[in-house]
Structure formats: structure tokens, C-alpha cells
């Protein structure tokens, strides 16, 4: 076992002794619960820089966990309070049967479905096993304090504080939780992308009747089917994405790595980041962005390396077709032999009505699924079946992986504890050390398909989907079928690390939702299984536009901080690049400068063309020309866009040369022209008069692109004309850090949440970052101890359970 050398006891000594020496000024504004003495409870003392950016500085992980739970529930109460609703299986009760659901855990449509579901879980007692297996299958004993103090520290600023968000003010549904909800939580977070996606055809999954038509008659369509499926397991088109790239020594300034971070994820709900920084004093220094309600940062950089996550493109599932006893569709075989389903049976409390029950059906494979969503129906017939694998089901490791990237020295040891731990479920990892190395890797949890399972054991309708979306549909009754192990495995039917794509060391690692295949364009992973994702297709917009940036930028060389700041907020354009010259010129092919819209009545298109050839072909707020085309783009149909085919020699160049001659593009462009006339909006303003959010009353203008056109700095606002433009973000930049190091003790970071730390309107922290990401500003990271205590807007707070 390996000691810590003695100055590090007598700096955390030190440190907690600096924090108790605050001038007057800094401890005057401390909560009134400084007067409840612990009475041998738990406490942690929580530094507030600008922007209210917490510094939460504890003995232990039971007194960290506690400070985080406060301070989290300082910022976000009623976003936190909304999951755990959620988790506990209780929204009907509070909300309603048919209301919307909370769509940042699952994506049940409805408050039924959603609790169906999750008090199913909480039934079985899914969450509470996890947690009492031993690790590495289940969460270490740091993780499981950190919990424990979290838990309370949430109780401790409930019970202490008044609410004054609107959102909940004088809620019942807002109460004091347990360590199983905030499990419950991670535990939601880790099937996302399994099970969270199929709760609504799990909890309406139910045995056909005996009317229900022979199987033939309601098989899904292959190829429809398989369309949904790639639609459906497309990183770069779901909720979430992101962008990351590592630099090495060998393209920075001073021969140290570099890593910008850009993970795209909800600006509204509980998925949001939430900033802070970490500290036990001689064991843990960790900076960065957690998701509302781990305690554990997710995304961030401590004093030696600094990591950031992208949204992979491995399938986190794969479905077994079931051939069922015609004489009871509850009953399937394997090998000729009977087995019968559980059913769970599950009631969920209905806000003004009686409570309502539902059996689940559960086989060896897991639960009997009946879609996938509207568009992937899978039919429960008198003969077939379809019962969905999930391995992040007994996954509730992510916050084990967190702890240990935090406690990294270097990417080797990133990469060890995600080989130690194997606890990502749906994000590859991007990381950059202050020895100039990188790291490039898609370990994620996932299914253990093979090729040649797939090959072996597909149905003829798996055949089809995996090769077209990596989901593989397995002949459930056959033994020889099961997903097996890999021996690097820490639990069964899951790949083992020596099966991920992995990089090294490459002059750059970027990723930008595509597969692992171009993390490096000159430097490509190959030899992986389909289920991780493809290789030698093509690339999305926005991957293209990042491969040729950070690739400029590596050959360039003699980076720093500032190009990747730069890079951040270039907001090119990439899809405008391509074409807009083009666009612009087709009005020479156009007869006296005309265009039919597909009303039929001929519009002048001559002076959209000329604001498309004077556009900059950027996305920033200032850009004239950026909404004419972002609009434009959106109408014009991929199967006609392009004069240049995709060609895998060539994959960051093509396809390319817009097809003007197409009639869909003409009259793309006219109805783009009547829609923007029609709103009130000239075709050349600025693109931040109609693209904006509004924060108390004020309109914050927002830079960025939507995922189609390439834009680095990637934004999804909703188009609502009647009331200005681009009103609202759905989804986008969030928790942004660039991060270096200059060989003295302290990184140079730079940090930016662009929705801001609180969503609490009433709160100082509601929108100043908004509004800093609207200049393209950013926040200097307090990661030393003088930086902290040097801050000019320090406050101090020291909380006791």
C-alpha cells in the first residue's frame, strides 16, 4: 500500500486552516446553519467563486458527498426533486396519468408509463442488489459514501432552506430522499440507452388474445424496421451529442496535451451539468461538470489531466426473438424446452383516481418489449415475441469510472480505470495529459455481439437491422445463441477492454458522435464488431467539419489554450462551405431570377442569392446570411443535395458540390424566401435578432448551428416565427472546458456553462453565463488554492448535517 508523504498531511492541514483564517468579509454571508453544531455528523465547507461556481472542500467522501448534495440542491432543487419523483415510480401521483414525462431519465411519453416502469424496478429491488455486490460489479466503497453524504447533504439544505423557485415553491412532491433514490438515479442515467428507451413498450407489453391474428400477418417489415432502428441509434440526431478532441505534445506550444470539450446535451431538466470543483486534501483535486444528482464530476480536469465525453455510437441493447408455446404466449422455448415468463406485477398511485395495475413480463433475455418507439413496433403474436437485453441493467459502476478519471495522474490511467471499473454505458472518453500524451477510446458497456453471433444467430429480420444499425435481433430459442463472456469482462455478456477501440498518443483524438473508425483521419481504428459502430461510411456534417479544423490545427501546431477557445466559437458553418457559393450562383439558372415555391407561385429569389454570396459562412450571433441559409438547408432532401458521391477514400471531402439543377432546390429556396417574408424577417439579419433565448424578461442572443449544418458550437433552438425566430435551446453546448498546462502547479483552464448554474429564475446565477456564451466569453478556472481565496467574489459556507 503506498503512503502519502507527510507535506501532504501538513497542506491538508493547511488548507483547512487557511479556509478558517477567511477575512471577516468572506465569513459574514454564511447560512444560519453555522449555528447547529454537528453533534459528530457530516460537514464540508463550500467556497463560491464568480458565477457561483462552488469549491466544496470535505475530510472525507461521506462529507464531499454531503457538501455536493447541498450545494446541488442550493441550485437545481426542483430539477433534482422532479427525478426523484420520477425514479420513485410517483408521477401519476403528483401529475397525472397523461401528462408528459420527464424525458431526462426515459423516454416514456407519459407520467404512467414512466412509473410503471420505475416502480417496477424499485419492486425488485433492482437498484438495492446493484449496490450490495461487491466491487467491481457493483459501486466501490468511495462511491457509496459519496452517495450516502449526497443523500443528506440534499435532506440537510431541505430542511434548512426556503425554496423560492417557482417551479416547486410549496411542492409536496418536493421531500427528503433516500441513498437508494439518488442509486435509483445513476441507475436511470446507466439504461438510458437501453431499457430508459423501450418504457413504454415494456409496460405495454401484454399477452395477445386469443383473436389476435396468426403471426404472418403482424411480422415488422424488414427494411422499415431497419430504417427506424438507424434512425433511432444515431448519436448525432438523438437529444444528445457532443464534440471532443485531445491534442499532443507534439502540436502544442510546449509539448503538453490539450483538450477541449464540448459535450451537447438538454439546457432544460435533469440532464443539465452542474459545475464544481472536488477537494479532500491529499486525495482528491478534481474541477469539471457533473450531471444533476451524481456526486461525482463527469465531464472536468484535476492538476494532471484533463478528459470529456462524446455520445458513442455502440448499441447499448440487442433484442431476442422469442418463439413462443402456441398454446401460451407466456411460455417460449429454448432447446425445445419450456420456460415460463415472470410476470411483475406493478401499481403505481394515480393523482384523483384509483390506483392502477399492470404485469410486466420478464424472460431469461429480460423484459417482453412490444417497440422500440412509434416507428419500431415489435409484435407480441400468438407464436413470437421480443425480449430486450440491456447490460447497463446491472451497470452501476459509471460513478466508480468518474472517481477514478478523477484521481488520474495521466491517460494511462484514465485508460486503466475504465478497464477496471467498465462502468461507461454510452459515451466514448477523450483525454489529454499534462505529459503531452492523448487518448482516444470507445469503452462502453455494451452487449457482447459478435459478427459472427450475429451471422450465426440472426432472424431473419435481425439480418437485416444489424448491418443497417448494429441491433441485433437474435433466435431466442436456441441455447448456442447467448451472448457468452469475455475473460477481461466484469460481468457476463459484456465485451471486455481488450475489445474496444482504443488510440494512443495520436497527434490528435477527435470525436464528434461518429464512430470510432476517424478519431484520427490519418491514424483509422479498424477491426472492431458492428454492434460499436461502423466503418468506411460517411461521415456527418459536423464530424467532417471537426476533422478538417482540428486537423488544420495539428499541422499547424504550436497550440494553447487560445486556439482552443478559438475553436470553440469559430462557428463555421461547415454545410455552408460546401454550397453556399453554389447556392448563391444558381441564380443564373433561373429564369428572370424566379423560383416556384411549392405553392406554385413564383417567387424573386435574386436577393436571397446575393445575401448567400455575401455571407461570412459562420454561425455567429453577428452573421448576416447564417438564418437565410440554416433555413434553406433544412428544406433540401438529402437524396437530391449532393452532384459528388460519399467515397470511403476520401471521406472528409465528399460528398460534396451541391446539386442546384435538382427542382427540390429551387424550390427549397423559394419557399425559404416566403417563410422568412412572411415572418417579418429580412433575409439578411443578423442571425442573434432571431436567434435567442429569453431570461427574465430579456432576450440573450445565441451563436451555434443546428446538428445538420456542421457548426462545432452546436445548438437545436425551436423555430417559432410569430414571436421573433429561434425562441428557445433545447439541447447544445453545455459544460465547455479547455484545458492545458504551462509546467507550473495550477492547469490553465477555461470553463463555460452556457445555460448557467442555476435554474432557479430568482437566483444571481440564473442566466450570467448565458450571457456570457452569448459574447463568446469565458469563466478562468479557480483550481489552486490562491486562485480560490483570491477571488473577489468569494463566500464562504460551511454546512452541517
Not at 472528409?652 to 446539386?659: C, R, S
Request: aromatic letters at 6%; glycine letters at 10%; a positive charge.
Amino acid at each position: 500500500m503506498r503512503t502519502r508523504p507527510r507535506r501532504t498531511v501538513v497542506a491538508a492541514v493547511a488548507l483547512f486552516a487557511a479556509v478558517g483564517a477567511l477575512p471577516a468579509a468572506a465569513a459574514q454571508d454564511q447560512h444560519q446553519e453555522q449555528r447547529h453544531p454537528s453533534h459528530g455528523g457530516l460537514s464540508a465547507t463550500i467556497r463560491y467563486t464568480e458565477y457561483g461556481i462552488p469549491h466544496i472542500l470535505a475530510r472525507n467522501y461521506a462529507d464531499l458527498g454531503f457538501g455536493t448534495g447541498w450545494a446541488q440542491a442550493a441550485d437545481q432543487v426542483c430539477a433534482l426533486a422532479d427525478g426523484f419523483v420520477t425514479v420513485r415510480g410517483e408521477r401519476s401521483r403528483y401529475f397525472g396519468t397523461d401528462a408528459a414525462a420527464d424525458s431526462a431519465l426515459s423516454s416514456a411519453t407519459k407520467n404512467l408509463s414512466s412509473d410503471l416502469y420505475f416502480r417496477g424496478v424499485r419492486e425488485a429491488g433492482t437498484v438495492e442488489k446493484l449496490m450490495a455486490q461487491p466491487a467491481p460489479l457493483g459501486p466501490g466503497r468511495e462511491v457509496k459514501e459519496l452517495m450516502r453524504g449526497f443523500a443528506a447533504g440534499y435532506n440537510t439544505w431541505l430542511e434548512k432552506n426556503r425554496i423560492t423557485d417557482p417551479t416547486c415553491r410549496g411542492a409536496a412532491w418536493v421531500r427528503p430522499v433516500s441513498v437508494e433514490d439518488v442509486a435509483a438515479r445513476n441507475f436511470a442515467l446507466a439504461v438510458l440507452g437501453g431499457q430508459g428507451r423501450a418504457v413504454d413498450g415494456i409496460t405495454a407489453a401484454q399477452p395477445p388474445a386469443a383473436t389476435t391474428p396468426p403471426a404472418g400477418t403482424t411480422t415488422p417489415d424488414a427494411q422499415d424496421t431497419a430504417r427506424a432502428a438507424r434512425e433511432l441509434f444515431a448519436a448525432d440526431s438523438a437529444d444528445m451529442g457532443s464534440n471532443a478532441v485531445a491534442f499532443g505534445g507534439s502540436t502544442t506550444a510546449n509539448g503538453r496535451g490539450l483538450l477541449l470539450g464540448n459535450p451537447h446535451y438538454p439546457w432544460q431538466g435533469g440532464r443539465r451539468f452542474w459545475q464544481s470543483q472536488q477537494t479532500i486534501p491529499g486525495e482528491l483535486n478534481v474541477s469539471g461538470g457533473s450531471l444533476l444528482g451524481s456526486a461525482t464530476v463527469s465531464i472536468g480536469h484535476n492538476a494532471q489531466v484533463a478528459w470529456s465525453h462524446t455520445v458513442a455510437t455502440g448499441v447499448t441493447l440487442n433484442l431476442h426473438q422469442l418463439t413462443l408455446d402456441p398454446a401460451d404466449p407466456t411460455t417460449y422455448l429454448v432447446d425445445g424446452k419450456a420456460e415460463k415468463m415472470t410476470g411483475r406485477r406493478v401499481t403505481v398511485a394515480v393523482k384523483d383516481g384509483e390506483p392502477v395495475t399492470r404485469t410486466q413480463w420478464w424472460t431469461r433475455y429480460g423484459p417482453v418489449v412490444t417497440s422500440l418507439g412509434a416507428a419500431l413496433p415489435l409484435p407480441w403474436t400468438t407464436t413470437t415475441a421480443y425480449a430486450l437485453n440491456d447490460p447497463n441493467a446491472t451497470n452501476l459502476r459509471a460513478s466508480d469510472t468518474a472517481l477514478g478519471f478523477s484521481k488520474a495522474r495521466g491517460t494511462a490511467d484514465v485508460l486503466d480505470a475504465l478497464k477496471r471499473t467498465q462502468g461507461l454505458p454510452w459515451v466514448n472518453t477523450i483525454a489529454a495529459d499534462s505529459r503531452g500524451h492523448t487518448l482516444f477510446t470507445q469503452s462502453q458497456v455494451l452487449p457482447r455481439i459478435t459478427d459472427e453471433l450475429a451471422q450465426r444467430c440472426s432472424t431473419p429480420l435481425g439480418r437485416v437491422t444489424y448491418p443497417a444499425s448494429g441491433v441485433a435481433i437474435l433466435d431466442g430459442s436456441r441455447g448456442d445463441c447467448a451472448l457468452g463472456s469475455d475473460p477481461d469482462a466484469v460481468q457476463p455478456g459484456i465485451f471486455g477492454p481488450s475489445k474496444m477501440p482504443v488510440l494512443k498518443d495520436a497527434p490528435y483524438a477527435e470525436n464528434s458522435n461518429d464512430s470510432a473508425w476517424l478519431a484520427n483521419a490519418d491514424r483509422p481504428i479498424t477491426g472492431y464488431e458492428r454492434v460499436f459502430g461502423t466503418i468506411g461510411t460517411q461521415r456527418s456534417m459536423r464530424t467532417r467539419g471537426a476533422l478538417r479544423d482540428v486537423a488544420a490545427m495539428a499541422t499547424r501546431g504550436q497550440l494553447t489554450v487560445r486556439d482552443l477557445q478559438a475553436q470553440q466559437f469559430a462557428n463555421r458553418v461547415t454545410a455552408g462551405d460546401l454550397v453556399a457559393a453554389d447556392a448563391a450562383k444558381a441564380r443564373a439558372a433561373l429564369p428572370a431570377g424566379t423560383a416556384t415555391g411549392s405553392d406554385g407561385k413564383a417567387v424573386d429569389v435574386g436577393a436571397a442569392c446575393g445575401v448567400l454570396a455575401a455571407w461570412d459562412r459562420t454561425a455567429d450571433t453577428g452573421s448576416r446570411g447564417a438564418l437565410l441559409f440554416d433555413r434553406l438547408w433544412r428544406r433540401l432532401p438529402v437524396s437530391q443535395l449532393w452532384k459528388v458521391p460519399f467515397s470511403a477514400a476520401d471521406p472528409v471531402g465528399t460528398p460534396n458540390t451541391l446539386n442546384t439543377d435538382a427542382p427540390a432546390f429551387a424550390t427549397a429556396l423559394a419557399d425559404t424566401v416566403t417563410e422568412l417574408r412572411a415572418a417579418g424577417i429580412p433575409l439578411d439579419s443578423r442571425l442573434g435578432e432571431h436567434q435567442f433565448v429569453v431570461r427574465n424578461g430579456k432576450r440573450i442572443a445565441v451563436p451555434g448551428g443546428t446538428e445538420s449544418l456542421g457548426v462545432w458550437n452546436k445548438v437545436e433552438p425551436v423555430w417559432d416565427p410569430a414571436n421573433g425566430g429561434y425562441t428557445e435551446v433545447t439541447t447544445g453546448s453545455s459544460y465547455i472546458q479547455a484545458v492545458g498546462w504551462n509546467g507550473g502547479r495550477c492547469p490553465v483552464a477555461r470553463t463555460l456553462l452556457t445555460y448557467s448554474q442555476s435554474s432557479n429564475p430568482n437566483s444571481p446565477h440564473f442566466s450570467d453565463q448565458t450571457r456570457l456564451f452569448s459574447a463568446e466569453k469565458w469563466v478562468t478556472s479557480r483550481f489552486c488554492e490562491k486562485d480560490i481565496l483570491s477571488s473577489p467574489a468569494l463566500r464562504v459556507v460551511r454546512v452541517r448535517s
